[in-house]
């Protein structure tokens, strides 16, 4: 459904960007035309977030032309690239959590009135919202809405600005299923109006499901645009990563052994009233991954937060090795081997302003070997260890001492990964591990998750992704409204079906 006359909407030509002398995109050149959908692809690491940020104005390019309907751009700074039709919505969303959805629409924009009549706002808010299906509650709280929620005020707030390049970094990568399907129909729409969207991201089915083309860039340097209806999984693969996909994992049956972690009648607050935990009971053995299925915002992040200490329950009690731990704080659970794999990596998984090492040492700074003596880290040991999960994990070399958050976005979740599956954990609480991660590191993380298993780390698997769950678990329970619905002891005895209408709070 590619509608395009002879300007494109975008033209990007011979983009350098350099970063520590290293080339993130090298003369890449991209097309953009109204009315498309338009995939951009790539390893980990491979530029992606780059060249889009270099067109929303974020970063200054070092080489290269962008062109808008034909007319040269020169983008100082990202206002200059709104002015021009250009929004970003961004791998780590950038919504003001303590604002409310109005508010933060018309946050640092130009010719805002010094009073604001609120009801303008809105109207126009509604108007959008229908027309695109975006459903929004202009005057609810950003931090009590849900990822999907949050998405479509992003999504909002970039036609608010009047955006026409709609420039979407991982957006489906935090949404459920029934939410990534309703976020295309959107997108169609937005396309069909005439609007030009750039869509980034890891699943190449659900890609080759709505763009017309897809560029794939490789280190840095694109490696060509091809039509979808051209371009198969095979192809696409092969064409990031220099080479064919493998997919050698086998898993072994499990050898459950005793109880690596048990809670009975738990409960706690959540953030919402359909988030608090009611009465959670259940054992996770040592040497099992248990997946937890459900739809999001069903309570997964509460339970896991407490299951990690970092929420306190109002009633209830939660067993590590032989203790009733529940009322402790974060560190007495880390020291009773809990590894936690939470979904917000830029806030509760690592520190963006922190260095690799440091990222590193959270977790273990007052103990042997990371401390020695009272007060002192051994940072040549810290070092050693950061080179050797970095080797391990594939994460992108930084000069040392960067902040974590020049990484790529994928490189980041490698970071927390690695730092969370090497303190040798007896229980890891794992929201979507593979989030973020290209299909090869992805496949690694799978595997490093499983050698875990074989080791006798009971697992705790948070995942929306069904195909995922019954291929990884060794059972599944599912929740809904903060409830577990029931748990199924051989996932190969029930269907998806089952398990789906749980989720949706059936009882089966
Ligand atoms: N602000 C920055 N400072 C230094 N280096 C950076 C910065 N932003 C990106 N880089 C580097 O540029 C390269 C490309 O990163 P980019 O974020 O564009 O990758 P990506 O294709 O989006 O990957 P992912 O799939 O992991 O999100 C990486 O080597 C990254 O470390
Ligand atoms: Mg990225």
Redesign the pocket.
């Known amino acids: 459904m590619t509608v395009q006359s002879s300007v494109p909407l975008v033209f990007m030509s011979g983009i350098d960007?350099i970063?520590?002398e290293?080339y993130?995109?090298r003369s890449v050149d991209f097309e953009l035309g109204r009315g498309e959908v338009h995939a951009l692809l790539?390893?980990?690491?491979?530029?992606?977030?780059?060249?889009?940020?270099v067109l929303a104005g974020i970063?200054t390019p070092d080489a290269g032309k962008i062109y808008i309907e034909g007319r040269e751009a020169r983008f100082a700074s990202p206002k200059d690239a709104i002015a021009s039709g250009i929004g970003m919505v961004h791998?780590h969303f950038m919504l003001i959590p303590a604002l409310t959805v109005w508010e933060n629409m018309i946050l640092g924009m130009d010719g805002v009135p010094f009073v604001i009549d609120k009801r303008v706002v809105a109207e126009k808010i509604m108007e959008l919202s229908e027309r695109y299906s975006l459903p929004v509650d202009p005057e609810a709280v950003v931090l009590a809405l849900s990822i999907g929620e949050r998405q479509r005020v992003e999504l909002l707030k970039m036609l608010y600005r009047g955006a026409r390049v709609l420039i979407l970094?991982?957006p489906t990568s935090v949404l459920t299923p029934q939410e990534t399907l309703d976020f295309f129909s959107t997108l169609r729409k937005m396309a069909a109006a005439g609007h030009g969207i750039v869509l980034?991201s890891?699943k190449i089915e659900e890609i080759l499901s709505i763009a017309g083309r897809m560029t794939v860039?490789r280190k840095?340097k694109c490696v060509g645009t091809v039509e979808s209806s051209q371009a198969g999984r095979e192809t696409l693969a092969g064409m990031m990563m220099g080479r064919p996909v493998e997919n050698a994992r086998k898993k072994k049956s499990a050898r459950p052994g005793g109880t690596a972690l048990s809670c009975g009648k738990l409960s706690a607050r959540g953030d919402r009233d359909s988030r608090t935990l009611r009465d959670i009971s259940f054992e996770l053995r040592e040497g099992e991954i248990l997946g937890l299925a459900g739809v999001a915002g069903n309570a997964q992040d509460e339970l896991c937060e407490t299951l990690a200490g970092l929420r306190i329950p109002d009633s209830g009690e939660i067993i590590l090795r032989g203790e009733n731990v529940a009322g402790m704080g974060p560190r007495d659970f880390i020291e009773r081997g809990v590894s936690y794999i939470p979904v917000d990596r830029k806030g509760t998984g690592l520190v963006p302003n922190m260095n690799m090492r440091e990222n590193i040492a959270l977790k273990r700074y007052w103990r042997k070997p990371a401390a020695c003596g009272r007060f002192m880290l051994d940072w040549d040991f810290l070092d050693d260890l950061s080179r050797s999960l970095a080797d391990a994990y594939g994460i992108?070399a930084?000069p040392a001492g960067?902040p974590v958050?020049?990484?790529?976005?994928?490189?980041?979740?490698k970071l927390m990964l690695a730092r969370e599956l090497s303190s040798k954990p007896s229980v890891i609480l794992a929201m979507h591990p593979v989030w973020?991660?290209?299909i090869g590191a992805a496949e690694f993380v799978r595997e490093r998750i499983l050698e875990e298993r074989e080791k006798g780390a009971g697992i705790l698997l948070v995942s929306d992704d069904l195909d995922e769950l019954f291929e990884m678990s060794d059972r599944i329970m599912v929740i809904f409204g903060g409830r577990i619905m029931g748990i199924a002891d051989d996932p190969g005895d029930v269907s998806k079906e089952r398990i789906g209408l749980m989720m949706a709070g059936m009882a089966v």
């Open positions: 960007k970063f520590f290293n993130a995109n790539g390893e980990n690491g491979a530029g992606k977030t780059t060249l889009m940020n970063y791998q970094d991982e980034i890891h860039l840095g992108q930084i960067s958050r020049v990484l790529s976005g994928g490189n980041l979740q973020g991660l290209d």
